[in-house]
């Protein structure tokens, strides 16, 4: 969906953190077999009164010919409820009106990674494609890596291009580009026998068509006739992200404490950080468990305002997205190991996004609480 017509800025972070396959790379799971291995996955996302999406996905990863590795994923998101259109002060203050029809939608996304290997040199290269009602995207990336001081030390160095095309199922004339370019560098320490760090810088420098074609702002004035105007954004959106991840294992305890912080600021003003703390608890040689918390918050674009000005501003959203708010996600995964071959594991998740979880002072007072639960339950066989 486009601009955000089945989105929600919640779903997009659990998908991104624990599914989505980003331009550059396909993920490569921790502890993976030395030769394959194949997985499936389900995600399950439900907004309280709004939308409720599903999400199959078969991935796997295979060695060949001692120096070759090849990944590949497919996913479906299959897509249905309501979702908020128009944001009106008719009633004295601003608020989301949800839209009046159901939402029903699909979206197909596949990819593909090939990885040789030069000693301790790496170079890959991935495609990815992903195709919904009104919304088109083809990526392509090239990777390297490179292992230094007998492994304890790895560089990461990535450049991913996207061309996609916008649409609307509301108007079948909408048909715009959106060009992304996206650098990568990292690194990864091993700092003890039982803990290291990583951290990865992205920078992407987007250009196209960024508007929302579902959202509309109705402001009432207190003379004078009301405005209906559509959602207006800047024409680019260039932005940066950091990530910094901990691990940390602990054997007299026999659990390993894993830390997330995430930096991420754009040109459109916003600020946002994330933190997530998880501790992973093995019980036995089969059973481990892991409860996490994530803490999200960010500030808003400079553009946004849940009501317009007259004459209206030449860039203006109300999509509450993009204000100021916070949010808290506490999760629960479950890891069983059946065997060496064979993992099953389940997370059960919540989300809760709300104007006075901002950091720093309450966000916007017209952000419309979020309430989401999520589950996941995936297997995977080593080979």
């Not at 389900?42 to 709004?50: A, I, S, T």
């Not at 940066?240 to 940390?248: D, I, P």
């Not at 059960?348 to 309430?371: E, I």
């Amino acid at each position: 969906m486009a601009a955000t017509k089945g989105e929600s800025s919640a779903l997009a972070q659990l998908a991104q953190a624990a599914l989505a396959l980003p331009i550059l790379a396909l993920p490569v799971k921790a502890g993976a077999a030395e030769v394959g291995e194949i997985g499936f996955t389900l995600l399950g996302y439900k907004e309280r009164g709004l939308m409720t999406i599903v999400e199959p996905v078969l991935w796997g990863r295979a060695q060949f010919m001692e120096s070759w590795e090849v990944q590949a994923s497919a996913a479906v998101d299959i897509i249905s409820g309501a979702s908020p259109q128009l944001v009106s002060n008719a009633s004295g203050k601003p608020v989301q009106t949800i839209t009046g029809a159901s939402i029903e939608d699909h979206r197909g996304t596949g990819d593909v990674k090939l990885t040789k290997r030069f000693g301790e040199f790496s170079l890959a290269g991935s495609l990815a494609y992903s195709k919904e009602e009104d919304y088109e995207s083809r990526a392509f990336g090239v990777e390297g890596r490179l292992d230094l001081n007998q492994r304890n030390t790895t560089l990461i160095a990535g450049y991913g291009q996207s061309k996609d095309r916008v649409g609307s199922s509301d108007d079948p004339t909408l048909d715009e580009p959106r060009d992304t370019k996206e650098y990568m560098l990292g690194v990864t320490q091993v700092i003890s026998p039982t803990a290291l760090v990583s951290s990865t810088v992205v920078w992407t420098r987007g250009e196209g068509y960024y508007n929302d074609p579902y959202k509309l702002t109705f402001t009432f004035f207190p003379s004078g006739p009301p405005l209906l105007v559509p959602d207006v954004r800047p024409d680019h959106r260039h932005t940066t992200a950091w990530l910094t991840r901990f691990r940390n294992h602990v054997p007299s305890l026999n659990g390993t404490l894993q830390a997330d912080y995430r930096y991420y600021s754009d040109d459109w003003g916003i600020r946002a950080h994330t933190l997530e703390v998880g501790w992973q608890q093995s019980i036995d040689d089969r059973w481990s468990i892991r409860p996490a918390l994530r803490y999200y918050t960010q500030d808003a674009a400079d553009f946004y305002s849940p009501t317009v000005t007259r004459p209206p501003a030449a860039v203006h959203s109300s999509d509450q997205r993009l204000s100021a708010f916070g949010g808290l996600s506490p999760s629960l995964r479950v890891i069983l190991r059946s065997n060496d071959r064979l993992t099953f594991e389940g997370t059960l998740g919540y989300v809760h996004n709300a104007a006075n979880l901002h950091l720093g002072g309450s966000g916007n007072d017209a952000f419309a609480t979020l309430r989401a639960y999520y589950g996941l339950l995936g297997v995977t066989y080593s080979f």
